[in-house]
Structures are given as C-alpha cells and as structure tokens.
Nanobody, 117 residues
Framework: QVQLVESGGGLVQPGGSLRVSCAAS????????MAWYRQAPGNQREFVAR?????????ADAVKGRFTISMSRDNAKITVNLQMNNLKLEDTAVYYC?????????WGQGTQVTVSS
C-alpha cells in the first residue's frame, strides 16, 4: 500500500503561480509513475500531468506550457511537485496526487487550489 499526502494548495490571483507537492511513502518500490489529477465542482476528475520513473512527462492540453511536474525519490519516499504558472480561473479545483503500480492505484486526500481575483 502507498500513502500519499498532498500539500501546498491555496488562493492565488489569475496570472499567479503556486506549487503543490505530494509525498508518497509505504510500498513505493513498485511505483512506476506519479501523476496529478484535479476535480472542479460539478465536474469529473480529470488528468493534469504524469511523470514516469525515467523522467518522461505528459500533460493535459489545458495546462501544457504553464504547469511542470517533477519527481524525486529515494528508498523511503517519493516527492512529486506540480509547479503551476500563469494560473487561470478555470484551474480552480481540488488537486489529487496519484501513484501507479501493479494493483489498485493510490490517491491522496486532495488539496484545494483556488484562482480568484
């Protein structure tokens, strides 16, 4: 089992920047990739960005060029950051960390990001 804890959400004005982080612990050796998803009120959860163990990344079209995902890991912990620049009103959502490995995927509890003037 993998435990995920997100942090770093908050309130930011349009055009501003924010970084959210996720710390993964537990059975992390088999984790092959980490990702961020988000869910806005009334919407389904949607993919934001993923980073593979080898460093390859992919992004949703809505965030390409504005968001950057990065990952660092050691034997005990994986840390995944999502740097969000030029934030827009439509980026407001709860952001969830995801760990992919053989078996059920793991999810964090989410962190709220609100973009508002």
């Amino acid at each position: 089992q993998v435990q995920l804890v997100e942090s770093g959400g908050g309130l930011v004005q349009p055009g501003g920047s924010l970084r959210v982080s996720c710390a993964a612990s537990g059975s992390i050796r088999s984790v092959s990739s980490m990702a961020w998803y988000r869910q806005a009120p009334g919407n389904q959860r949607e993919f934001v960005a993923r980073v593979m163990n080898g460093g390859d990344t992919n992004y949703a079209d809505a965030v390409k060029g504005r968001f950057t995902i990065s990952m660092s890991r050691d034997n005990a912990k994986i840390t995944v950051n999502l740097q969000m620049n030029n934030l827009k009103l439509e980026d407001t959502a709860v952001y969830y960390c995801n760990a992919r490995r053989p078996g059920p995927e793991s999810w964090g509890q989410g962190t709220q990001v609100t973009v508002s003037s």
